[in-house]
């Protein structure tokens, strides 16, 4: 597809051009995909403060994380060292105001290009598209999201769960349980998901509700396949989408592989809020109690793998997801074959 060629942006005697969005060809979407205009924003941005203009809004367990790390070895991006500051998914820290969220994240941001936010809870949160297009102006709307097989994906956050001491069903009576379980769940209060290992998956259904907010060409639709098998030629895609000059990416180290904890009493301890934590949390910095937090979460984590899906469940979820993934495949205009076949023998190979 031909690149239309955009004036030249001069920052720090560097030039850099920003180069149109590239994607996947998508064939005419209906109604339900086309956005409204866009709002001016009732609240409004000062200049003085330094906010994202581009966000990695999912999927969970789909390579965000590589994502995220390749993204941030380009010179002219920065990233918080908290990799999701899930700040437009969670109320609690919403509600503490757009001056909080540059001051914790984007404070040391103001001499670089391009600013994100990789919180891939974004995409199922509904209220997070909303918050976004509210709060941001329409230039920082550029939003990449990455899919995986969605049965692969499932059973790698299911697995996560149970290493991180939060799951005790088996895997099929967890999918059983996911209806009531997310009826139930307090997900707005803590910006977290814990039993969608189904509904987490429905990507085109979650695509639809972001689309009705948004243009379709403020998004970049990649698959965590290509990013494993070509990760060089994938960021190039990237760097384009986000006005970047092309750089070279360093692949080798594996990131976010499979691990389980080796007390899940601590582990539970440094993820869920707890009295103690209120009452020590004003007295220390915030990037301090995040390096400490994130020590301690390493230092407890062992590095594990799950045994093979078993394939009747498997068969059983790919017919689940079978419409959405069609749909996935018009919006697209992507092969999908891959993710209709039974392949319980790459369900234990994860990451």
Known sequence: MAQTQKPTVVRAGIQLRKHAAHHHAAPPLDKRYTSPPYPSGDRAVGKQKKLPDFFIIGAPKCGTT?????????????????????????????????????KRFY?????????????????????AAQRIRKDLP?????????????????????????YEGFETLSFEQALTEEPSRIRTNDYAARG?????????????????????????????????????????????RVYRFLGL?????????????SGQAR???LQRWLRQPSRLRKIVSPLI??????RVATL???????????????????????????????RLEQITGTDLSDWKSARTAEMSADR
């Open 138 to 162: 329409e230039d920082s709307h550029r939003f990449i999201v990455i899919f995986r097989d969605p049965v692969a994906r499932a059973y790698s956050h299911y697995w996560n769960m149970v």
């Open 192 to 236: 977290v998901l814990n039993a969608h290992y189904v509904a987490c998956g429905m990507y085109a259904e979650q695509l639809g509700r972001w689309f009705e907010l948004f243009d379709r060409n403020r998004f970049l639709l990649l698959f965590q396949h290509d990013l494993a098998k070509q990760p060089q030629k994938l960021m190039t």
């Open 285 to 290: 910095p915030y990037a301090a109690r995040y």
């Open 107 to 127: 404070r040391n941001a103001h001499n670089y290009m391009r600013c994100g936010d990789a919180s891939p809870h974004y995409l199922y949160y509904h209220k």
């Open 245 to 257: 000059t092309d750089v070279n990416v360093d692949a080798s180290t594996v990131h976010n592989p």
């Open 263 to 265: 007390s899940v009493g």
């Open 296 to 326: 301690l979460v390493r230092m407890n984590r062992r590095t594990a793998s799950y045994p093979p899906m078993d394939s009747q469940i498997e068969e059983s979820l790919r017919e689940r997801f079978l419409p959405d993934i069609e």
């Open 66 to 102: 590589s994502l995220y790390r390749y993204l941030g070895q380009h010179p002219d991006v920065y990233f918080p060292e908290n990799k999701e500051p899930k700040f437009f998914c969670d109320d609690t820290l919403y509600t503490e105001g757009l001056d909080l969220y540059s």
